[in-house]
């Protein structure tokens, strides 16, 4: 049986394609991670990864392991959970943005919810605003939302991670004459409050192309073409392009992930529910669609 610390060493490095930052996210150093890394392939018996200087990338027995770890672990944390640690039950009230939906969240939901059966999970999905109001209204116990860097808040939440909002479109050089198209959520938006302030401070005028409720609304009206939108950069699909300084649009600023907590929420439901996404979530990589 291959050891599960090797194994979430692995999974660390394959998610993020980079030993140092496994090693910043799982709290070990570099050589360590490398040591891990090297004792599973002689476990295995197969190169994991193919590594110089300047890159990191899975070898093709590296990328047929990946999908094996996750079981591997997940049985070992259920066989954990039933032999030596308490059974949590109750009702966890969990919202998210549309976006975040996007990610591997889901998959780590999943797997909180086979290690916790007994735990109630109910899941709101809505916009950024609106899970603000349900966790300070005591309607939720947990939220995961985007809120801007640095800005001090009455509940600062868990940082899961620093992100940056960009603008992309649906192709690398669209023709930007102003007034520039954008496709927004609708009111109140963090993102579209956010692209609008900056557009008017760079003195660039706009018109909003698109008025979309949810995340699938603005990627197809951008997959269309109707215009461009905002995006935190870990969340911006595959298929749609970052757009450099060079089109002229004005600079973003950076955005938190965070993990709100309601004060009255049950606590071992939510830390064990927030332990779950900070060990598995990073990076944040937008799952296909």
């Known amino acids: 049986?291959?050891?599960?610390?090797?194994l979430r060493t692995f999974l660390g490095v394959a998610e993020g394609l980079s030993f140092?930052?496994?090693?910043?996210?799982?709290?070990?150093?570099?050589?360590?991670?490398?040591?891990?890394?090297?004792?599973?392939?002689?476990?295995v018996g197969r190169a994991l990864f193919v590594r110089d200087t300047r890159s990191v990338t899975l070898t093709a027995d590296g990328e047929a392991l990946v999908p094996l770890?996750?079981?591997?672990?997940?049985?070992?944390?259920?066989?954990?959970?039933?032999f030596t640690g308490p059974t949590l039950a109750g009702r966890l009230?969990?919202?998210?943005?549309?976006d975040l939906a996007l990610t591997p969240l889901p998959r780590i939901l999943r797997n909180f919810r086979q290690l916790n059966p007994r735990i109630g999970l109910e899941l709101t999905v809505l916009q950024n605003d609106a899970l603000l109001r349900r966790i300070e209204s005591g309607h939720l116990d947990m939220a995961f939302v985007k809120r801007?860097?640095?800005?001090?808040?009455?509940?600062?939440?868990?940082?899961?991670?620093?992100d940056q909002w960009v603008w992309a479109a649906a192709e690398a050089s669209p023709v930007l004459a102003q007034p520039v198209p954008l496709v927004a959520y609708q009111s109140p938006s963090l993102s579209r409050s956010m692209s609008v302030e900056a557009l008017e401070a760079a003195g660039m005028r706009y018109r909003i192309t698109c008025v979309a409720r949810g995340v699938n609304g603005v990627?197809?009206?951008?997959?269309?073409?109707?215009?461009?939108?905002?995006?935190?950069?870990?969340?911006l699909p595959s298929d749609l392009v970052e757009l450099p300084a060079s089109t002229g649009l004005p600079v973003l600023p950076a955005l938190?992930?965070?993990l709100l907590t309601n004060p009255h929420a049950p606590e071992q439901a939510t830390t064990a529910l927030t332990s779950a996404i900070l060990s598995r979530s990073m990076p944040l990589t937008p799952a296909p669609d």
Request: no cysteine; hydrophobic share 45%; glycine share 8%.
């Open 1 to 6: 049986m291959y050891d599960p610390e090797l």
């Open 20 to 43: 140092t930052a496994a090693g910043r996210r799982l709290g070990l150093s570099q050589p360590t991670v490398s040591q891990h890394i090297r004792r599973l392939e002689e476990q």
């Open 69 to 82: 770890a996750r079981d591997i672990l997940a049985a070992h944390e259920r066989a954990v959970e039933h």
């Open 93 to 98: 009230r969990f919202g998210v943005t549309d």
């Open 148 to 162: 801007s860097a640095g800005v001090p808040a009455a509940n600062q939440g868990q940082l899961v991670r620093r």
């Open 219 to 235: 990627l197809a009206a951008v997959r269309a073409g109707l215009g461009i939108a905002v995006f935190a950069r870990s969340l």
């Open 256 to 258: 938190d992930l965070v």
